[in-house]
């Protein structure tokens, strides 16, 4: 059973940055895709970015450009560099696994994480 640990979230201005970290057991993210995903209340779980098995990062429209995912094999970690932060950043991110392609639905992904809470004042 992969379990998926996420942390680093918290308060932070408009135009901060935080870095989420999410932690696996096992050697899950260097033959897993990765996913960290996010959910506003009121609001369907949405694809932030994601990793493919060979460590190929993808993120989505709405965060190119800020947000950097990237992933350290050896500590089995992935983590999610988020720069230039807005109020719409605001929601619970998740860290998942997927045993095949790397996808952006949440419904594909085998394993999660609890999440960790991120919001964006200004």
């Known amino acids: 059973q992969v379990q998926l640990v996420e942390s680093g979230g918290g308060l932070v201005q408009v135009g901060g940055s935080l870095r989420l970290s999410c932690a696996a057991s096992?050697?899950?993210?260097?033959?897993?895709?990765m996913g960290w995903f996010r959910q506003a209340p009121g609001k369907e779980r949405e694809f932030v970015a994601g990793?493919?098995?060979?460590?190929?990062?993808v993120p989505a429209d709405s965060v190119k450009g800020r947000f950097t995912i990237s992933r350290d094999n050896a500590k089995n970690t992935v983590t999610l560099q988020m720069n230039s932060l807005k109020p719409e950043d605001t929601a619970v991110y998740y860290c998942a696994a997927r045993r095949q392609i790397l996808t952006s639905s949440p419904r594909d992904y085998d394993y999660w994480g609890q999440g960790t809470q991120v919001t964006v004042s200004s």
């Open positions: 990793l493919t098995r060979t460590g190929i990062p």
């Open positions: 096992e050697s899950t993210v260097s033959s897993y895709a």
